[in-house]
């Protein structure tokens, strides 16, 4: 059986972005109702050595838009990168949202075997084939990332449920 590379991407990033929109404005309505900063928020990690909550939705929007860019032959959108408040994240994962929602599925599907090598900061280059990108690195490390953002706020008591975290299945 054939599975859709378009199916098993573009709409699985929506639905998990739009979700962790709906975490944030939970957040936000959370810090207003208990007089908390913001700012501890955004700032809060599960662990010393980990992302705080702000660069673990930049990540997220990072990989579900470099994955959809790199499947469709297209060029990624600059995301903002101010973080410094929950309107700010906002913004950056609705841009991210709506660039994914160019995607097309003739653009996406059959790129299985496509070469995509991938220059990271520090220089080193990955070769990957559409495939082994989207499920072996791009869509690990989105659920990673859209986790650790919802555990970070669950721990901090923001009062979140597994539905706000699975947001709405999207059919595009």
């Not at 705080?52 to 469709?72: E, G, K």
Request: glycine share 6%; charged share 20%.
């Amino acid at each position: 059986m054939t599975v859709s590379m378009y199916k098993i991407s573009v709409p699985i990033f929506v639905q998990f972005l739009t979700g962790l929109t709906t975490v944030l404005d939970k957040a936000a309505a959370h810090c207003e109702a208990k007089k908390i900063e913001p700012s501890a928020l955004l700032s809060a990690r599960l662990f010393p050595d980990m992302f705080p909550l702000a660069r673990q939705v930049r990540a997220a929007t990072d990989h579900a838009v470099n994955a959809t860019a790199r499947l469709a032959g297209a060029e990624p959108p600059a995301l903002p990168t101010a973080d410094a408040s929950f309107a700010e994240l906002k913004d950056r994962l609705d841009k991210a949202i709506a660039f994914i929602k160019t995607a097309k599925p003739g653009e996406i599907d059959g790129t299985e075997d496509k070469a995509i090598k991938i220059t990271f900061p520090s220089g080193a280059t990955r070769d990957f084939t559409g495939q082994s990108l989207l499920l072996g690195n791009s869509l690990p490390n989105f659920y990673f990332h859209c986790t650790t953002a919802y555990d970070i706020l669950r721990h901090c008591g923001v009062e979140l449920g597994k539905r706000d975290f699975m947001g709405t299945p999207v059919s595009l």
